[in-house]
């Protein structure tokens, strides 16, 4: 009778693994925007970014209207968005003084990014969120980013 019930639950822990194996996905770290399916080529063409610009950033909504302004202000010492040594453009990221180069992406259901060679949407990017000839609006797709930095608004000097 022991070993009969012993057995019982050999099979059952079996079949409760077995059943959780069927269950789980192969989601890891890369899961999200990144792997949401094939993104194709971004919206936004690099040339809109290469320039001067006042920036200054937001953490609510209704900020924004001050932001743009505090955004235009900052044209007295503008950052420079240049063209890459490839095809992206020249920009710093977060947490670090060196500029890189940054290339767009396309991701899922028309959705822009900015970032490194990488799936669009991983974490080190930055979503386009709009994107005109004389404003582009900007946020980190790293949670702990975003809440540090808020929502960039970049305005074209000189426009």
């Keep these: 009778m022991l070993r009969r019930r012993a057995a019982t639950g050999a099979c059952l822990f079996g079949a409760a693994l077995l059943l959780a194996g069927c269950g789980s996905t192969s989601e890891g770290p890369g899961s999200g925007v990144a792997a949401a399916g094939a993104a194709?080529?971004?919206?936004?063409?690099?040339?809109?970014?290469?320039?001067?610009w006042g920036i200054a950033s937001f953490h609510t909504e209704k900020d924004r209207k001050?932001?743009?302004?505090?955004?235009?202000?900052?044209?007295?010492?503008?950052?420079?968005?240049?063209?890459?040594?490839?095809?992206?453009?020249?920009?710093?990221?977060?947490?670090?003084?060196?500029?890189?180069?940054?290339?767009?992406?396309?991701?899922?259901?028309?959705?822009?990014?900015?970032?490194?060679?990488?799936?669009?949407?991983?974490?080190?990017?930055?979503?386009?969120l709009s994107a005109t000839d004389t404003m582009l609006t900007m946020r980190f797709v790293d949670p702990d980013a975003?809440?540090?930095?808020?929502?960039?608004?970049?305005?074209?000097?000189?426009?």
């Design 40 to 52: 194709g080529p971004a919206t936004i063409p690099r040339e809109r970014l290469i320039g001067r």
């Design 66 to 128: 001050r932001t743009e302004a505090q955004a235009k202000a900052g044209c007295s010492q503008p950052y420079t968005i240049s063209k890459g040594p490839t095809d992206g453009v020249m920009m710093h990221v977060a947490d670090d003084p060196k500029p890189y180069e940054l290339r767009l992406k396309g991701g899922p259901g028309g959705r822009n990014f900015l970032g490194f060679e990488a799936p669009a949407g991983d974490p080190q990017d930055r979503e386009i």
């Design 146 to 159: 975003n809440r540090r930095y808020g929502t960039f608004v970049y305005v074209r000097c000189g426009a």
